[in-house]
């Protein structure tokens, strides 16, 4: 069987746009919210029954949440599209059998 697991956390970061012209190549805020969708077959459940620990989305925003400007973590353009890839690329690193959406 198919199992699809979601959760979703916020958080609120400060951020610019290099090479853009307008208001948004300036340092400003938002508060974000991000989803996640994991998907794999039941054989890859945990022995404790987890496909995939709900806390891992916590721990992997901490990074962001209040803590300067997420362009310079990240170390590119952190736009939207480019968040949602910072963290799919991190989660399929750590679990790469598993299915993120």
């Known amino acids: 069987m198919e199992i699809i697991?979601?959760?979703e956390a916020g958080y609120d970061a400060a951020h610019h746009l290099?090479?853009?012209i307008g208001p948004c190549k300036n340092?400003?805020?938002h508060t974000y919210k991000i989803e996640v969708w994991v998907k794999a077959d039941e054989d890859k459940l945990q022995p404790n029954g987890i496909l995939w620990d709900?806390?891992?989305l916590k721990k992997a925003?901490?990074?962001f949440d209040h803590n300067g400007d997420?362009?310079?973590v990240m170390g590119y353009n952190s736009t939207a599209e480019n968040q949602a890839l910072y963290f799919y690329k991190k989660?399929?690193?750590v679990n790469p059998e598993l299915n993120f959406k």
């Open 18 to 20: 290099d090479e853009y």
């Open 61 to 63: 925003i901490t990074e």
């Open 5 to 7: 697991v979601h959760t």
């Open 91 to 93: 989660f399929k690193t």
């Open 70 to 72: 997420m362009t310079k």
């Open 27 to 29: 340092i400003h805020g």
């Open 54 to 56: 709900f806390g891992n």
